[in-house]
Nanobody
Framework: QVPLADSGGGLVQPGGSLRLPCVGS????????VAWFRQAPGTERLFVAG???????KYTGSVKGRFTISRDNAKNTLYLQMNDLKPEDTAVYYC????????????????????WGQGTQVTVSS
């Protein structure tokens, strides 16, 4: 059983929307920071958005105002609502979680996260 199962990707036209869910198994979302990263071909994996245990959210600049991250601890599910998608949003999107300890900050480095989803492809093209 994978610790995190992300899905919801697909092909969408510019200006369209997608919602990516990430379901955790075990005590994944009982605490800690959870986040989304993305990786375009030939580039490194980069932070997109995260939410701390306290509810604090953080976004990379290029998605502010377009993407919204949220978590439902009761359903052990993390979401990324993506609106007004642009071709430069094309990438494989990964959900990630830190160790289940209460956090008040959102880490943006890959090394801070101990659990990862398998990735879901998002392609924005006309």
């Amino acid at each position: 059983q994978v610790p995190l199962a992300d899905s919801g990707g697909g092909l969408v036209q510019p200006g369209g929307s997608l919602r990516l869910p990430c379901v955790g198994s075990g005590p994944t979302f009982g605490g800690g920071t959870v986040a989304w990263f993305r990786q375009a071909p030939g580039t490194e994996r980069l932070f997109v958005a995260g939410i701390a245990s306290s509810g604090l959210t953080k976004y990379t600049g290029s998605v502010k105002g377009r993407f919204t991250i949220s978590r439902d601890n009761a359903k052990n599910t993390l979401y990324l609502q993506m609106n007004d998608l642009k071709p430069e949003d094309t990438a494989v999107y990964y959900c990630a979680a830190t160790a289940p300890r209460y956090t008040t900050v959102v880490q943006t480095t890959i090394g801070a996260y101990t659990k990862w989803g398998q990735g879901t492809q998002v392609t924005v093209s006309s």
